[in-house]
């Protein structure tokens, strides 16, 4: 479905990012990975979710914090591809402490990270996408981006402003083949997941699982994981033909956080 396109994914080298690489580039689409860690894992395991297809693979290490890095990426994703058809802006980290005890270089690093980056890849993005009449933005907010919770002000108030800033998005490309969405994921067992999971565990000197649980208990009714893979897979949906006229929606994936 995607043969000849290419893909944008920050954040892309291991979680949600790595799940949505994979499942665009299942369905043909070059990729150009952005991340921290293993890098050399992310390319072989997304190259080879796309092998059937031929494409091609490629990484930018470029920190999501900082304009100029971004625009350095997204020229090289002009250069190497042509154009940048499909962005997925996933890149995100977190910090948890209360609003008057929260420090001002984690607010200024998550607003950065999880929100600006956003604004950057997609003004940077857009002229090609609307030159060529066809592209799909693809906002990763979270449940946090409909409704909040305590101890994550920056994180939250990053995550509503990405769901503002799909909107907007949508709206100045409506009469046009550019669309952008967001997904709002609940729990998902991710790295970042996981270090909350193993925190509580120990806090409360409980095992691993039932963490979990309490965990999962607290917020998601369906009392599971939401999967990568899973947001991959709508994020193929968001860049089919079915989702032509899909603009400017927050689709939560949360097991029904938001439906309590």
Not at 2 to 21: D, E, F, N, P, R
Not at 62 to 80: C, L, N, T, V, Y
Request: charged residues 15%; negative net charge; hydrophobic residues 50%.
């Amino acid at each position: 479905m995607l043969k000849g396109k290419t893909a944008l994914v920050t954040g892309s080298t291991s979680g949600i990012g790595l799940g949505i690489a994979q499942a665009l580039a299942a369905q043909g689409a070059h990729i150009l990975l952005n991340g921290f860690g293993d890098v050399e894992t992310a390319q072989s395991q997304v190259a080879a979710a796309g092998q059937a297809h031929g494409i091609t693979v490629d990484y930018h290490g470029a920190d999501m914090s900082q304009a100029a890095e971004i625009e350095a990426m997204m020229a090289f994703g002009a250069q190497r591809f042509g154009r940048i058809d499909i962005v997925v802006n996933n890149a995100g980290i977190q910090h948890v402490a209360a609003v008057e005890d929260f420090p001002v270089e984690k607010w200024d690093a998550i607003l950065a990270i999880n929100l600006s980056s956003a604004f950057h890849t997609t003004r940077l993005a857009l002229p090609a996408m609307q030159k060529a009449n066809w592209g799909r933005i693809i906002n990763v907010a979270s449940v946090h981006g409909l409704v909040g919770s305590a101890q994550k002000s920056a994180y939250v108030a990053a995550k509503h402003g990405i769901v503002g800033l799909t909107k907007v998005t949508a709206l100045e490309n409506a009469t046009t083949g550019v669309t952008c969405n967001a997904i709002c994921p609940g729990w998902v067992l991710t790295p970042l997941v996981q270090k909350q999971v193993d925190a509580k565990a120990a806090a409360q000197n409980i095992s691993i699982e039932a963490a979990t649980k309490q965990l999962l208990g607290e917020k998601e009714p369906s009392m599971q994981f939401t999967t990568p893979q899973e947001l991959g897979e709508l994020a193929v949906f968001f860049c089919s033909a079915a989702a032509n006229n899909v603009r400017g929606v927050a689709w939560n994936m949360d097991g029904g956080w938001a439906a309590q």
